[in-house]
C-alpha cells in the first residue's frame, strides 16, 4: 500500500508536467472539471482541479466532482508517476473511471502528453 505523501508527491509531479506541457493549456482551455482521486485503501480522496488550461491539486474539495478515478493506493501512485499506462488497469478493471466516454478519451490523451506519446 502507497502512503499518502506517495500519492500526494505523484500528484504534485503530475501537475507539475502538465503546467510543462504548452499543448495542454491549449487543449483544456474551456473543458473545466473537477476529478476525485480515491485511493481505495486510504481514508480520504485527493482532487484535482482544471480550469482554463490550468491544472492544480487543491486540498479539499473544489466543488461537485465531474469525474472520479478510483483504484488502490499503488496502482494510482504508479499512474500519476507515469509508470505505468491507464490503458491495462482501466481494461481489467483496476482502475475504475467514472466519466463521460469524451472525458474518459481526454484523460488518456492528457496522460500519453504528460508521460511522452
Same mark, same amino acid.
Given at each position: 500500500?502507497?502512503?499518502?505523501?506517495?500519492?500526494?508527491?505523484?500528484?504534485?509531479?503530475?501537475?507539475? @508536467?502538465?503546467?510543462?506541457?504548452? @499543448?495542454? /493549456?491549449?487543449?483544456?482551455?474551456?473543458?473545466? *472539471?473537477?476529478?476525485?482521486?480515491?485511493? $481505495?485503501?486510504?481514508?480520504?480522496?485527493?482532487?484535482?482541479?482544471?480550469?482554463?488550461?490550468?491544472? *492544480?491539486?487543491? $486540498?479539499?474539495?473544489?466543488? /461537485?466532482?465531474?469525474?472520479?478515478?478510483?483504484?488502490?493506493?499503488?496502482?494510482?501512485?504508479?499512474?500519476?508517476?507515469?509508470?505505468?499506462?491507464?490503458?491495462?488497469?482501466?481494461?481489467?478493471?483496476?482502475? *475504475?473511471?467514472?466519466?463521460?466516454?469524451? $472525458?474518459?478519451?481526454?484523460?488518456?490523451?492528457?496522460?500519453?502528453?504528460?508521460?511522452?506519446?
Amino acid at each position: 500500500m502507497a502512503a499518502a505523501d506517495e500519492l500526494t508527491r505523484a500528484l504534485d509531479g503530475f501537475v507539475e @508536467r502538465f503546467a510543462a506541457e504548452p @499543448r495542454l /493549456k491549449a487543449m483544456t482551455a474551456g473543458w473545466d *472539471r473537477t476529478i476525485e482521486v480515491r485511493a $481505495d485503501d486510504l481514508p480520504a480522496p485527493y482532487w484535482l482541479r482544471i480550469e482554463g488550461g490550468v491544472l *492544480r491539486r487543491p $486540498d479539499e474539495a473544489p466543488g /461537485k466532482p465531474d469525474m472520479a478515478i478510483s483504484a488502490n493506493s499503488d496502482l494510482i501512485r504508479d499512474l500519476f508517476s507515469g509508470r505505468i499506462s491507464p490503458t491495462e488497469p482501466y481494461l481489467t478493471g483496476d482502475l *475504475r473511471l467514472l466519466a463521460s466516454e469524451a $472525458d474518459v478519451m481526454r484523460l488518456d490523451v492528457i496522460t500519453l502528453m504528460v508521460w511522452g506519446e
